[in-house]
């Protein structure tokens, strides 16, 4: 019963980290941009949403609007002020990565100062467990996660595939100046990925509040989730992204059966290495070149 118990919470836990992992590999394989901040974005997210329903009393959907207006904005705002402008500049690559290091360790920071360095949670009867079997306990919430996950991915395969914007998307990743066709410049373009993909982090932030519950630093650990994702996913890969996101999350909990909890986070770390060793190109795309 252990075994199917560590299952069913990796698959919640998975389930959140294919969305935050989808959202950075999109940002990356488009705009070759390492948007380290985009644990940030997660964090945020999560603080307004606990802010704007739990301490202001703001209706769950308002809260929620609220939380997805500000990842997004947040995500657009640092491309079009922190990233387009070193870009135009010298467009290194190590100098956005620090850039986007930079933002993170301030946004972090001024959430701590904000509220505080401790967890915080927003409760909600969804978030309880039921027993539904005698020791297997399952709170409705994990389908909950699932449920938006499945939707998510469903509504970004439909807009990358069926939609001019979708297809301006896909070409800027191999040939910026291809998306000139559909009327967009590359530049514009950046502004609707970084807004795509923040918001991807949103119900992720969300149902992680509502779960096992948020502090200032998490959006490290987020980040670290993302960039392994992708790595074992395939760079340039969203379905590998999506599911290196649901393995990892699967592994970390799996892994509790034999491990004490303090070391299950190392499982990702494990599992990367040995991609990295045997198959450099991860499940579904290409290997990281210089």
Known sequence: MLFIQLFINGIQTGALYALIAAGFSLIFGTTRVFHVAHGATFTLAGFVFYELYTVLGWAWPLAATGAALAAAAFGVLVDRYVYSVIQRHEAAFFTVFVASFGIAIVVQN?????????????????????????????????????????????????????????????????????????????????????????????????LTATTSGLNPSMGHHIMLISIAATIVGGVGSLRGAAVAGLLLGMAENLSLAWIDPQWSEAVTFVVLFLFILFRPGGVYGRAITS
């Not at 360095?117 to 909950?144: D, F, Q």
């Open 110 to 206: 001024l959430i701590a100062i904000g509220f505080g360095r401790g967890l915080v949670t927003v409760p909600t009867p969804l978030s309880k467990s039921l027993e539904v079997l005698p020791g297997l306990y399952v709170a409705p919430m994990a389908a909950v996660a699932v449920l938006c996950a499945i939707l998510a991915f469903g509504a970004l395969h439909w807009l990358l595939t069926h939609t001019n914007l979708g297809l301006a998307l896909r070409a800027l990743g191999e040939n910026p100046e291809l998306v000139r066709v559909y009327g967009l410049t590359p530049r514009s373009l950046s502004q609707y990925v970084f807004l795509i993909g923040s918001l991807l982090a949103v119900p992720a932030a969300i």
